[in-house]
DNA sequence: CAATCTGACTAATACGTTTTAGTACGTTAT
DNA sequence: ATAACGTACTAAAACGTATTAGTCAGATTG
């Protein structure tokens, strides 16, 4: 008789509540053999039922499920990995201090849609939040040697980012989230900017303003320096004089530059905000000051957010799905961590402008 | 000689370049054992070497480290949970829509506060969102039968929650936020919401104001009971006139409670929102009414964020560090994890009544 | 000087699966 | 009648580490 030949100590009945004093006591684990004695069958058998593959009968297959699914067992998954099997876990690393984290509201909506979209699969996510890129880069080769994740998403990517190249060597599937332009070694997924801000700058120029102010984000993203380009182009081929202010994207620096702005002469007639956070905040100063929106300065935000709903007067913003965005960049993951395709661009939608009623003609007009 | 006296093929120059255009070929994995021949010992002493226990030299154990090192080499992590390690990982399973979980900083601000405090002890997050409390439960059920997490967050716990007694008995060390009164089978992080509450209606009728509407927020939750227990305490002994209008705690719901607030006769002249999300609505809701806030009604909100600063007039609101609930509650599970204590319940700091520009005596005062 | 001990290290086993290479048996083709 | 084949299943060999039970040389002790 083989020695493991007894069930472990387990009430059949399912609402029992295990004796409470003895918590010290480890519960003696289920494994896959208790389930295939109690079935009548081979571990193997076991495995090929939970694994959906060929090689034992419906009958067999259905009843090793319900024996499992009785005694809520389920195969190990630290064993299963070791086989060679996926984890079912995609990482993400988010280089941010993370007191500030909370304040984007684009960041929980994306994650949203990323984790939505993954969990239908079965994947779960792995958050991590880490002072800066080198702490970053750190970490994902600490989970690619320790095989911790079957894919990772990369954000913020900014110009000459080390960082594609290093987690493509490390042969882990990864997307990029924000990426475009020179050739990537990871398949990205990415939004027009350029387009965005022009659709922005044409409604504004056709309201009649001729000086505009930008609070833009991080200049060394890539994403501002495209909403840049588009400015430069611009001032060209639609005549408007604009002026630039970098922040960090947080709500003191959109008020410091707001202010900046309107105290400046000749002041601008409309400012266009990288964020929504920004944006309220602008918003925020400009009634302190006593600058009336949209009597003297019209506002524009370039993200969308109960942060543009909520205030009087509504702020006018581009709009795009940030959820959706989150789920096309997890369709991404999954299509590269299944079939390694070679990598490729995905453009996203391009915002839309949803007018409210922060923007009007300027005030001569 | 063994079968695999081989050193899986790999360019000793950190700086090299995999061959791009092989993507299909696997590129062989570092064992310990490739560590052990490279640095002329056995596995077991790299093993010792990285668990940091006795039994090797100094000399060996920095000799294997530096091998170890330079090969980014790092023990494979289901290998390493199979013989029944940690995982290093905790989870966290929010049952609420997902589109809908990005308008509350409350969550972003926690969840960076928690996961802060658990990554500088190793541990990663994996967080979870499903849509009702079944799918919460069921995943709690997989999670512990894989073997999956190390500890588990709990949150809004309602009255006769199921998941306590549930999550202790798959005997998966957890921590609940929110949880008190009757003792808990599982060690819980809480705020006094009957002494916050009070604080906001003793400072409202310090000021004069007679008759107060509540929006709140989720009846079942056990925090919004403990609050409106504490505006029944109030009603006798203030000798104030409370109404309470129950929400979801979504801005919709809270812009059509303050309507129906302000519209009622006699009216109001203040109003206490449960959320930061619902006061800002509300706020945009009297301004669109034109309802001089703070002239003809006042607004406090239970919780404090972005929302509230930004708005004009900027609203009074009950602050508390929510990042610092996040490492209080980190700190409870890593300690829960380690010992598996007795279930206890551990007091987060009372949140602090910040007056702004939304609360002035009532409009006869 | 023999017996004991200690420190440094190793061989072998266990963890709980998945997978490979079968076995046994009944059915069909030659 | 025999060979070939397919189906349903199983025994045994991985997967890569941690741990247990050693081995061995040299130091210490009676």
């Given at each position: 008789m083989p020695p493991?030949?007894?069930?472990p100590l387990q009430d059949s009945d399912g609402s029992s509540e295990p004796p409470a004093s003895l918590a010290g006591t480890a519960p003696a684990r289920l494994r896959s053999t208790d389930i295939a004695r109690l079935a009548g069958v081979s571990v193997s058998a076991v495995s090929l039922a939970f694994n959906a593959r060929p090689g034992i009968s419906d009958a067999t297959r259905k009843r090793i499920l319900e024996v499992a699914?009785?005694?809520n067992w389920r195969p190990h998954r630290a064993a299963r990995a070791l086989k060679g099997a996926n984890n079912d876990v995609a990482g993400i690393v988010i280089a941010r201090p993370a007191r500030t984290l909370g304040v984007e509201p684009f960041f929980a909506h994306f994650l949203s849609g990323l984790q939505s979209r993954l969990s239908n699969e079965g994947i779960a996510t792995q958050l991590l939040i880490v002072e800066d890129t080198e702490a970053e880069v750190a970490v994902y080769r600490r989970w690619a040697a320790e095989n911790r994740v079957d894919g990772l998403v990369l954000l913020d990517l900014t110009v000459d980012d080390v960082r594609p190249r290093l987690v493509a060597d490390l042969r882990v599937p990864a997307v990029i989230l924000g990426g475009h332009g020179a050739p990537l070694p990871l398949?990205?997924?990415w939004v027009?900017?350029?387009?965005?801000?022009t659709r922005?700058?044409?409604?504004?120029a056709a309201l009649g303003h001729r000086f505009i102010g930008h609070v833009s984000g991080i200049p060394s993203y890539q994403h501002t320096r495209r909403r840049l380009r588009a400015i430069g182009d611009a001032r060209e081929s639609l005549g408007i004089d604009i002026a630039s202010v970098a922040t960090d994207y947080s709500d003191t620096q959109g008020a410091s530059a707001t202010r900046r702005l309107l105290e400046a002469s000749p002041r601008c007639t409309a400012i266009i905000y990288d964020s929504d956070v920004m944006a309220a905040?602008?918003?925020g100063v400009a009634t302190e000051m006593a600058v009336p929106v949209p009597g003297e300065v019209s506002i524009v935000s370039f993200d969308d957010s109960i942060l543009?709903?909520?205030p009087h007067p509504p702020i006018t913003a581009l709009t795009r799905d940030t959820y959706a965005l989150g789920t096309l960049t997890a369709t991404e993951l999954l299509h590269t961590?299944?079939?390694r395709p070679e990598p490729r661009a995905v453009q996203a939608p391009t915002p839309e402008l949803v007018v409210r009623g922060s923007t009007a003609p300027p005030p001569g007009a």
């Amino acid at each position: 008789m083989p020695p493991n030949d007894q069930v472990p100590l387990q009430d059949s009945d399912g609402s029992s509540e295990p004796p409470a004093s003895l918590a010290g006591t480890a519960p003696a684990r289920l494994r896959s053999t208790d389930i295939a004695r109690l079935a009548g069958v081979s571990v193997s058998a076991v495995s090929l039922a939970f694994n959906a593959r060929p090689g034992i009968s419906d009958a067999t297959r259905k009843r090793i499920l319900e024996v499992a699914e009785e005694l809520n067992w389920r195969p190990h998954r630290a064993a299963r990995a070791l086989k060679g099997a996926n984890n079912d876990v995609a990482g993400i690393v988010i280089a941010r201090p993370a007191r500030t984290l909370g304040v984007e509201p684009f960041f929980a909506h994306f994650l949203s849609g990323l984790q939505s979209r993954l969990s239908n699969e079965g994947i779960a996510t792995q958050l991590l939040i880490v002072e800066d890129t080198e702490a970053e880069v750190a970490v994902y080769r600490r989970w690619a040697a320790e095989n911790r994740v079957d894919g990772l998403v990369l954000l913020d990517l900014t110009v000459d980012d080390v960082r594609p190249r290093l987690v493509a060597d490390l042969r882990v599937p990864a997307v990029i989230l924000g990426g475009h332009g020179a050739p990537l070694p990871l398949t990205s997924v990415w939004v027009d900017d350029h387009a965005a801000m022009t659709r922005i700058l044409e409604y504004l120029a056709a309201l009649g303003h001729r000086f505009i102010g930008h609070v833009s984000g991080i200049p060394s993203y890539q994403h501002t320096r495209r909403r840049l380009r588009a400015i430069g182009d611009a001032r060209e081929s639609l005549g408007i004089d604009i002026a630039s202010v970098a922040t960090d994207y947080s709500d003191t620096q959109g008020a410091s530059a707001t202010r900046r702005l309107l105290e400046a002469s000749p002041r601008c007639t409309a400012i266009i905000y990288d964020s929504d956070v920004m944006a309220a905040a602008g918003l925020g100063v400009a009634t302190e000051m006593a600058v009336p929106v949209p009597g003297e300065v019209s506002i524009v935000s370039f993200d969308d957010s109960i942060l543009t709903h909520l205030p009087h007067p509504p702020i006018t913003a581009l709009t795009r799905d940030t959820y959706a965005l989150g789920t096309l960049t997890a369709t991404e993951l999954l299509h590269t961590m299944a079939e390694r395709p070679e990598p490729r661009a995905v453009q996203a939608p391009t915002p839309e402008l949803v007018v409210r009623g922060s923007t009007a003609p300027p005030p001569g007009a």
